[in-house]
T-cell receptor
Framework: DQQVKQNSPSLSVQEGRISILNCDYT??????FLWYKKYPAEGPTFLISISSIKDKNEDGRFTVFLNKSAKHLSLHIVPSQPGDSAVYFC?????????FGAGTTVTVRA | NAGVTQTPKFRVLKTGQSMTLLCAQD?????MYWYRQDPGMGLRLIHY???????AKGEVPDGYNVSRLKKQNFLLGLESAAPSQTSVYFCASSRTGVGYNEQFFGPGTRLTVL
């Protein structure tokens, strides 16, 4: 029973445009939400996080939005760059354990 | 600092064979984790440890055992490998489990069980 879902397996976006990645969750006990980025043959690396008491967190080109009532979060990347081409995992934290979504593969076209 | 390292990077086993995957971290982190990643399923927690000498089951623990004899090392064992254990295994560590919980990941071990 997957508690964190990323329903879009892939996303293709033109360089310079906005990338929007979505994530839904079912467990209302999650207290932090994180996004990880993964390149082929490497481990995931932390990108950005948000506490459940906030609705927005921004870090440079990356912004995460949280809608608790809808149990939905999104990651915005503006502007998208070729180096952003990777797999992005949404993760949710409860009781110091992380639950991950299946990932979204982002391809940034030149 | 090397961060989190995993040994080996690749391994092929025959059904019924055993092996141990080694994870080492040099960040003095208390918490360590083992995940497996399968296509279309994201990362799933196998076992974790909240400190030296402690281990606990995660979401998919069956067929695996772990040990944390030293704070910097976390070992994952397969006693009798099965084809269903073909996967990419990631180790991770974190400073604490309280609140914001950024985990640092190793590069992964790709295991194939024939």
């Amino acid at each position: 029973d997957q508690q964190v879902k990323q329903n879009s397996p892939s996303l293709s976006v033109q360089e310079g445009r906005i990338s929007i990645l979505n994530c839904d969750y079912t467990n209302s006990m999650f207290d932090y939400f994180l996004w990880y980025k993964k390149y082929p043959a490497e481990g995931p690396t932390f990108l950005i996080s948000i506490s459940s008491i906030k609705d927005k967190n921004e870090d440079g080109r990356f912004t995460v939005f949280l809608n608790k009532s809808a149990k939905h979060l999104s990651l915005h990347i503006v502007p998208s760059q070729p180096g952003d081409s990777a797999v992005y995992f949404c993760a949710a934290s409860h009781d110091y354990k992380l639950s991950f979504g299946a990932g979204t593969t982002v391809t940034v076209r030149a | 600092n090397a961060g989190v390292t995993q040994t080996p990077k690749f391994r092929v086993l025959k059904t019924g064979q055993s092996m141990t995957l080694l994870c080492a971290q040099d960040m003095n982190h208390e918490y360590m984790y083992w995940y497996r990643q399968d296509p279309g399923m994201g990362l799933r927690l196998i076992h974790y440890s909240v400190g030296e000498g402690t281990t606990a089951k995660g979401e998919v623990p069956d067929g695996y055992n772990v040990s944390r004899l030293k704070k910097q090392n976390f070992l994952l064992g397969l006693e009798s490998a099965a084809p269903s254990q073909t996967s990419v295994y990631f180790c991770a560590s974190s400073r604490t489990g309280v609140g914001y919980n950024e985990q640092f990941f190793g590069p992964g071990t790709r295991l194939t069980v024939l």
